[in-house]
């Protein structure tokens, strides 16, 4: 798979990412408005992150327990307003086309490295199949071909066969079910179509 193809998918998922951020903060500002003690608490959640940190940097241990105690109380405070409101938490956080990766095309794994999420492998597919011209096989396969475009007369001098052509795409048809069916046993010979462009 070629890297622009990639990276445009990449952009693809950015734009997505910052679309479904962008709206879980809209839900979030319209949920404050209609209650207002939700912002009060998310404001002194978020002061109480950054003393938690400050003490943490410098050593003070002993007021780490009252922090998170008044942290927990908070959030507890917080769950019981949502619920009284019908509300879930999920409902403030972004709603990802993909949970897994968060619409970054990537997870992070637990030695710290990041994979290919399967969301990210499958658009691949996707785009490969589509280039690949195999993107109609709802329309074009063995059900709807039909073998009466095909002339049934013999004319050996013109079609240098002693069958009709269309006793002889018949025989190809078989052929190509018989690859299809024994595709993946041992010994199965390849199939390769020749002849001019436009031909059929």
Do not use: W
């Not at 209609?34 to 940097?57: D, H, V």
């Not at 007021?63 to 019981?80: A, P, V």
């Amino acid at each position: 798979m070629s890297k622009e193809v990639l990276n445009s998918l990449l952009k693809e998922y950015e734009q997505k990412k910052i679309y479904a951020e962008l709206e879980a903060e809209k839900r979030k500002e319209e949920l404050y408005k209609r209650i207002p003690k939700l912002q009060q608490i998310e404001n002194e959640l978020n002061s109480f992150a950054l003393l938690t940190t400050k003490n943490i940097l410098s050593n003070q241990t002993v007021s780490l327990d009252e922090l998170y105690k008044k942290i927990e109380l908070l959030k507890q405070k917080k769950e019981t307003i949502l619920r009284e409101n019908g509300i879930s938490s999920k409902d403030l956080k972004p709603h990802y086309e993909c949970s897994i990766c968060k619409d970054t095309g990537y997870v992070s794994q637990e030695n710290l490295d990041t994979k290919m999420c399967n969301c990210l492998k499958q658009k691949l597919l996707d785009v490969s199949f589509d280039k690949s011209n195999l993107s109609n096989l709802n329309k074009e396969n063995f059900d709807t071909f039909n073998e009466n475009l095909f002339s049934d007369e013999v004319d050996l001098a013109k079609f240098r066969f002693n069958i009709s052509p269309r006793e002889n795409i018949r025989n190809i048809k078989q052929k190509c079910r018989e690859f299809i069916e024994n595709f993946d046993l041992p010994g199965t010979k390849n199939l390769l179509f020749t002849g001019n462009t436009g031909l059929r």
